[in-house]
């Protein structure tokens, strides 16, 4: 028994050990014209998306961006498609290169225009078995009695001759496609599913309204989503009430999207009562190429990354050539 002055201690050598970062993979596609927004984007969400978390950029492009002193930035080749190449193969480009995400422990796509403007918390993480995705600002009402948003009346693709054709659309949330992110295996199983609809359109000549949002679209149909506020994709310039966090920046600042996306002019014609196909002759050739042919008008001609057309609008001059040891990866 311990007298009333004495105290009873133990030595107990407390070893602290370091709590291990949870590691995000941030996929970003910036080929052509769209390495513009790579410095902005990565200096924003460096500071406010997902504070406490280690951050890796795997970075899509043609032309290798500048790492801006990180040992976390990888450049990953990726040739720049004809629109809309870009965006209904994202699938595609993030499965190719699947085994380097082994080590993430969530993977989020965002837009190459985006600027996290406030802080961005673990709250908008999905739970296992689920994808996150902001509600379409656009669309989107909050019920005043129950706080619950919905965004129904959304572009949905009714093409039923379409993998992504939505039945009964007018009554079914529609979310962004500029966000989206989960677990690394569920964000995985996503794209596996999204990139098969993709090539079952294909094969039908079919492209799908909204592109790789419509496919995420369908996905979301018959999968758990967790519907984000339209403040984590916020319209650059827009009023609309809410609290913006993370924001699309206006292309039209930068030229347009059709010169952003160096759009090549196909003709279409219809092919069903809901579907066209591109007819363009040429298309083959645009596509072997990757010649750009449209863009910004100047008095004489068009200007853009590395071609530009004469007086007669031939296309002349090359694109700009980068050695595959100028990417980590580059299969």
């Given at each position: 028994m311990l007298d009333d002055d004495q105290t009873n201690v133990i030595d107990v050598e407390v070893i602290e050990q370091p709590l291990t970062q949870k590691k995000v993979g941030i996929l970003y596609i910036c080929t052509g014209k769209y390495s513009v927004f790579w410095g902005r984007f990565y200096k924003s969400f460096e500071k406010n998306f997902l504070p406490g978390y280690e951050k890796h950029y795997f970075v899509f492009t043609d032309k290798p961006v500048d790492k801006l002193g990180s040992d976390r930035v990888k450049n990953i080749y990726q040739k720049n498609l004809p629109w809309p190449g870009p965006t209904l193969s994202r699938f595609d480009m993030f499965l190719r290169v699947q085994d380097s995400f082994a080590d993430m422990d969530y993977l989020f796509f965002l837009n190459s225009n985006l600027v996290c403007a406030k802080e961005v918390t673990d709250v908008i993480l999905p739970d296992e078995g689920q994808i996150c995705a902001p509600l379409h600002a656009q669309f989107c009402r909050v019920d005043e009695t129950s706080g619950v948003m919905s965004a129904i009346g959304g572009p949905h693709d009714t093409n039923p001759e379409s993998s992504a054709y939505?039945?009964?659309?007018?009554?079914?949330?529609?979310?962004?496609?500029?966000?989206?992110?989960?677990?690394?295996?569920?964000?995985?199983?996503?794209?596996?599913?999204?990139?098969?609809?993709?090539?079952?359109?294909?094969?039908?000549?079919?492209?799908?309204?909204?592109?790789?949002?419509?496919?995420?679209?369908?996905?979301?149909?018959?999968?758990?989503?967790?519907?984000?506020?339209?403040?984590?994709?916020?319209?650059?310039?827009?009023?609309?009430?809410?609290?913006?966090?993370?924001?699309?920046?206006?292309?039209?600042?930068?030229?347009?999207?059709?010169?952003?996306?160096?759009?090549?002019?196909?003709?279409?014609?219809?092919?069903?009562?809901?579907?066209?196909?591109?007819?363009?002759?040429?298309?083959?050739?645009?596509?072997?190429?990757?010649?750009?042919?449209?863009?910004?008008?100047?008095?004489?001609?068009r200007v853009y990354d590395g071609y530009h057309t004469n007086a007669n609008g031939d296309v002349v001059g090359n694109p700009p050539f980068y050695h595959k040891k100028d990417f980590e990866l580059s299969r």
């Amino acid at each position: 028994m311990l007298d009333d002055d004495q105290t009873n201690v133990i030595d107990v050598e407390v070893i602290e050990q370091p709590l291990t970062q949870k590691k995000v993979g941030i996929l970003y596609i910036c080929t052509g014209k769209y390495s513009v927004f790579w410095g902005r984007f990565y200096k924003s969400f460096e500071k406010n998306f997902l504070p406490g978390y280690e951050k890796h950029y795997f970075v899509f492009t043609d032309k290798p961006v500048d790492k801006l002193g990180s040992d976390r930035v990888k450049n990953i080749y990726q040739k720049n498609l004809p629109w809309p190449g870009p965006t209904l193969s994202r699938f595609d480009m993030f499965l190719r290169v699947q085994d380097s995400f082994a080590d993430m422990d969530y993977l989020f796509f965002l837009n190459s225009n985006l600027v996290c403007a406030k802080e961005v918390t673990d709250v908008i993480l999905p739970d296992e078995g689920q994808i996150c995705a902001p509600l379409h600002a656009q669309f989107c009402r909050v019920d005043e009695t129950s706080g619950v948003m919905s965004a129904i009346g959304g572009p949905h693709d009714t093409n039923p001759e379409s993998s992504a054709y939505i039945p009964n659309a007018g009554s079914v949330d529609y979310i962004m496609g500029g966000v989206n992110g989960g677990h690394t295996k569920d964000y995985l199983d996503m794209c596996r599913e999204c990139s098969h609809n993709v090539s079952i359109d294909a094969e039908r000549g079919v492209v799908a309204l909204r592109h790789d949002e419509s496919h995420l679209n369908r996905y979301a149909l018959a999968h758990p989503v967790k519907k984000l506020s339209p403040k984590y994709l916020y319209p650059e310039g827009w009023d609309i009430p809410f609290d913006a966090h993370i924001i699309c920046l206006d292309k039209e600042a930068y030229g347009g999207h059709s010169y952003m996306r160096s759009v090549v002019p196909f003709a279409y014609e219809k092919c069903s009562q809901y579907a066209y196909r591109y007819t363009n002759n040429d298309m083959h050739h645009y596509l072997e190429s990757k010649a750009i042919v449209t863009a910004r008008q100047s008095t004489t001609r068009r200007v853009y990354d590395g071609y530009h057309t004469n007086a007669n609008g031939d296309v002349v001059g090359n694109p700009p050539f980068y050695h595959k040891k100028d990417f980590e990866l580059s299969r």
